[in-house]
């Protein structure tokens, strides 16, 4: 299981300064990070502690079999995020 | 002096005044600070900007509140800096001020017909159907089968959302009576939405976009014809293309395979490559006259959108709210870059046209960097002031003020009768929320001066 965090994401830091696991991106001072409209969890990484949920002042993030329907799209959003993310990292190098 | 605690005025309770007294709070615990605000109520564009059918994210003001003012911040609010009390007058009575006003007034188009009766800016439009008080009076004329909505930003997207929306659902939100009331009235068949550049390179998040082809009883169209990418966008977006430019992208693109909802009481229609040359009307809006752009690379490698040839389109219209941007407004005896309408700062200390630090001022949020990003961009923003001012402080760089607590006290006491503090905004907020209850909504807003003063003072 993973979490994922929906369109209602402010971009507050908060989740990312309790993962445990640094599954949240893109992060403050990454390139793509003032371009990112909202926060995504690697659903690879993602261990399921629940830190980010409590953290969330605006209730973002869900347990991916918990997803509101008006969020419904969230989950592939999320895991599509980073599948581009890798894509670009590869052909970068 | 020592064991005396350094005093900040904060000057604006919106998201960055808040995220500032937050970070401060967090970075030196022994800290008294005032914040400043110029209406009854704090949290600026959390309760006057954000849509009313976007209440998860209203939920920040829980944040806000637990982190400054159950934290000791004081609020003074009703009390505008500049006119009830000047920036003299809080230099000499804090260690530092800072400034955190945000952007006040929108851009305008500068065509013809712009002041005419029926045309407006859409973040008037915004403050009006979020029950800002200085926005309750307004008239907006619903009384029309067309209103177009130019620009492609987030504002943009709201204001379409809420005029094609049905009442039933923004019943349920904490949307202004008298917007309500007025929504239900309405005549408005069609929202068309017009942006200046192409879908490309639309400035809607795709959350936004998304949610405007999912509302119940509305069609979304988009032709075809208006999104297919000219040569010079093909290629930004398969090399620069951000994640949002892309997804945006493809949802247009699903938009406009689906079939027309014949049975949607609404539609909202999509346009783009266009911009507004004149709005025509005797006495009031009726129509709009726009003209076809073509998407360029400039010297600076950005794409903008140029006139492409002289044929003009008459759009009939009744409404037409403009959304391409908020602006700042100069602060009194404070000085301000009038070329970026901004504070001129420097990591958020404020500097003099000589570029020199003006010691104790500060400047957080839009007043700081423009008005971009989003709510959360105001955390980091205010972190990084917030660090100047510490440093600041540490090394002793900042001049002692003259003044005592109980003189700033007495002297607004004197020019404010009706300051509303921590305790005046907590019966504010208890009313409306408990008129919510009742109504089995977030919130029933009081949307005058008067009410909310009224609501202060008992």
């Known amino acids: 299981m993973t979490y994922v965090i929906a369109g209602s994401c402010i971009k507050d830091d908060s989740c990312i300064e ?20 909202q926060l995504y969890i690697d659903p690879a990484v993602c261990i399921d502690c629940d830190a980010c949920v409590e953290a969330c002042p605006v209730d973002a993030i869900f347990p991916d079999f918990d997803v509101p329907e008006k969020f419904d799209y969230a989950l592939d959003l999320n895991a599509e995020f980073f599948a581009e993310r890798s894509t670009a990292q590869r052909t970068a190098a | 002096m020592p064991g005396r605690h350094p005093r900040v005025a904060i000057v604006g309770a919106g998201p960055a005044g808040a995220f500032a007294a937050a970070s401060l709070l967090r970075a030196r615990g022994q800290v008294e600070i005032d914040l400043f605000e110029r209406l009854p109520t704090p949290w600026g564009l959390l309760r006057g900007g954000v849509a009313p059918d976007h209440q998860e994210i209203k939920r920040l003001e829980d944040t806000f509140d637990r982190q400054t003012l159950r934290r000791g911040c004081r609020l003074l609010a009703n009390v505008e800096v500049g006119v009830d009390v000047s920036h003299i007058e809080l230099m000499r009575h804090y260690d530092a001020v800072i400034y955190a006003t945000g952007a006040q007034t929108d851009k305008s188009l500068g065509i013809l017909g712009e002041d005419l009766p029926g045309s407006a800016p859409a973040t ?6 979020n029950g800002h008080p200085d926005y309750h009076h307004l008239d907006f004329d619903l009384d029309t089968p067309r209103a177009v909505v130019v620009g492609n930003g987030n504002v943009a997207a709201d204001v379409t959302r809420i005029l094609a929306s049905s009442p039933a659902e923004l019943e349920r939100t904490d949307i202004a009576e008298h917007a309500l009331e007025a929504l239900r009235a309405s005549r408005i068949e069609e929202v068309l939405v017009l942006g200046r550049r192409g879908p490309a390179q639309a400035a809607f ?10 509302l119940e009883g509305v069609d979304l169209r988009v032709d075809p014809s208006e999104i297919e990418l000219d040569p010079v966008s093909r290629a930004w977006l398969a090399e620069e293309g951000t994640f949002t430019a892309r997804k945006n992208v493809e949802l247009l693109r699903e938009f406009a395979d689906r079939p027309p909802r014949l049975d949607a009481g609404r539609r909202i229609v999509l346009r783009f490559l266009r911009s507004p040359v004149e709005i025509r009307g005797e006495g009031r809006v009726q129509a709009l006259e726009v003209r076809r752009n073509d998407i360029v690379r400039d010297e600076s490698g950005a794409l903008r959108a140029r006139p492409a040839g002289d044929d003009v389109e008459t759009i009939e219209c009744g409404l037409v709210l403009r959304s391409v941007g908020y602006q700042a407004v100069p602060l009194p005896d404070v000085p301000f870059d009038e070329r970026r309408f901004v504070l001129r700062n420097e990591r958020g200390r404020v500097l003099d046209a000589e570029g020199r630090a003006l010691p104790g001022v500060y400047a957080v949020g839009w007043i700081k960097r423009g008005p971009t990003g989003i709510l959360g961009t105001n955390k980091r923003d205010a972190a990084e002031t917030v660090a100047c001012l510490v440093e600041d402080l540490r090394a002793d760089a900042l001049p002692e003020p003259e003044g005592v607590r109980e003189e700033l006290d007495a002297l607004l006491a004197e020019r404010k009768s009706n300051l509303v503090t921590v305790e005046g905004w907590r019966a504010i907020d208890a009313h409306e929320r408990e008129r919510g209850r009742a109504a089995e909504r977030p919130r029933v807003k009081l ?8 609501r202060a003072a008992r």
């Open chain 2, 447 to 454: 949307a005058s001066h008067d009410e909310l003063l009224a």
């Open chain 1, 18 to 37: 309790v993962c445990p696991v640094d599954c949240i991106h893109p992060k403050p001072g990454a390139a793509d990070f003032e371009t990112a409209e």
């Open chain 2, 205 to 214: 998040t795709s959350a936004e976009l998304r949610d405007l082809g999912r």
């Open chain 2, 124 to 129: 008037e439009f915004v403050a009006w159907y």
